[in-house]
């Protein structure tokens, strides 16, 4: 395992990021999002592994990737979040910390928003900043990997 590896995984809709809800979401691509954080994953002695996928089987497949491959995932479930006991169920059994995070504040908007399945197995969750919760989870992450919990 390399420990300094972080799985960055985005679920359905993100591909879209630039072009859906711009005023939600902002308008910085998923190449954007990931360039920017290869970025600050260097600047904290980090590498990243980004994935996104609109298929809940390839995240589950993704997340359990991350059992023996990273020493840290930070997951962006989109819809899922509401809706994926599997994606839950998949990211509750890694034994590496997990940070969910939203672009938005879920709880700010529509009522199903609220619920997540993640953020019960999630060491952290961050909603609300745009792209740098992204850069806030990698933080995170690199001080829990230099010294865990």
Do not use: K, W
Not at 31 to 54: M, P
């Amino acid at each position: 395992m390399n420990a300094r590896r972080v799985l960055v995984v985005n679920g359905p809709n993100l591909n879209l990021l630039g072009r859906r809800e711009p005023e939600v979401y902002g308008t910085e691509t998923l190449s954007d999002l990931e360039e920017r954080c290869r970025r600050t994953a260097t600047e904290l002695g980090l590498e990243v592994d980004a994935r996104q996928s609109n298929h809940e089987g390839v995240l589950v497949d993704t997340v359990q990737e991350a059992m023996t491959g990273h020493g840290g995932v930070i997951i962006n479930p989109g819809g899922y979040t509401h809706t994926s006991v599997a994606l839950r169920d998949a990211l509750a059994a890694l034994p590496v910390p997990v940070v969910e995070v939203h672009l938005s504040n879920v709880h700010a908007r529509e009522a199903f928003r609220s619920h997540s399945y993640v953020s019960p197995v999630a060491a952290a969750v961050i909603a609300g900043a745009g792209v740098t919760g992204y850069d806030l989870a990698l933080r995170f992450l690199a001080e829990r990997l230099v010294r865990p919990a």
